[in-house]
């Protein structure tokens, strides 16, 4: 993993900000901070300044685990011409059948789960998220809730977060099917995409140099995206960075 914002990279980014670009977002822990009460989540002032500039200079997209209505109330008035909810698969094909198994998937854990205290089940209609932020003992509380899991009777794909465990229809499209899909749309050359957490490395696995750059908010051996930076000062950095470049383009 590379320093995105090291020196060495500047040329990266001017790439980036002269070519046909989509640029693409996770939202909590890369815009907006990670709090314990999940419904505080905001941008901070800084980097909500920077993103609505950012976005009336590039078509940007948010990608969020979030249901579509939950992150678009949260972007303030930033004009972002694509957002995505549910890990992907919101808007998109077959959500009556999603909600049809999330539901019944839902009654099914909330039986298993009712003896295990501290675990939130949060229902987001096509996929469920099960917090354990609140459990004494996460270690057990999170073996608990894959042991549920595992045992429902329709298969789902569980995907891991910062103490959260998301369950998802099997069949749905992932991030990385979304930012395919609103590349396309968008017909840009490349995209870039920014997030943190497990669910991001769908998108990071996606390895397409040249027309994907991957970039992930703090360092890690074991994500599969090209490039990092440190926090989200840094991400305050790079829109700052993705700003300038732009309008230097736009004046030249
Ligand atoms: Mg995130």
């Known amino acids: ?33 990670i709090v314990a009460d999940r419904d505080a989540a905001r941008m901070r002032a800084r980097t909500s300044e920077l993103f609505i500039k950012v976005c009336s200079l590039y078509p940007c997209a948010v990608i969020s685990g979030r249901s579509q209505s939950d992150v678009s109330a949260r972007l303030g008035a930033a004009a972002v011409k694509y957002v995505v909810g549910n890990h992907g698969l919101e808007p998109g094909a077959s959500l009556d059948e999603f ?40 270690r057990q509380a999170r073996s608990t809730i894959l042991a549920a899991v595992t045992a429902l009777p329709v298969q789902m794909r569980v995907v891991t977060g910062k103490l959260v465990v998301n369950v998802v229809p099997e069949r749905a ?56 930076l440190r926090d989200q000062n840094e991400t305050d950095r790079l829109l700052a960075k993705l700003i300038s470049l732009r309008e230097k383009r736009t004046a030249a």
């Not at 909330?110 to 949060?122: H, K, M, Q, S």
């Not at 995209?191 to 040249?210: H, S, W």
């Not at 027309?211 to 090209?226: D, I």
């Open 1 to 33: 993993m590379k320093h995105l914002l090291s020196p060495e990279n500047d040329e990266v980014l001017a790439q980036l900000a002269w070519s046909r670009v989509l640029l693409a977002f996770d939202f909590d822990g890369t815009l907006a901070p």
């Open 99 to 138: 909600e049809a198994e999330i539901a019944e998937a839902r009654a099914s854990l909330e039986r298993t789960l009712a003896g295990t205290a501290g675990i939130d089940v949060e229902d987001k209609r096509y996929s469920l998220a099960l917090h354990y932020r609140r459990s004494r003992n996460k």
């Open 173 to 228: 499209p992932n991030k990385g099917d979304a930012l395919l899909e609103l590349r396309k749309a968008e017909q840009a050359d490349t995209a870039l995409y920014l997030g943190d957490d497990v669910t991001d490395e769908d998108v990071f696995e996606l390895d397409q140099p040249g027309r994907l750059l991957t970039v992930r908010v703090g360092e890690s051996r074991s994500s599969a995206a090209a490039y990092f």
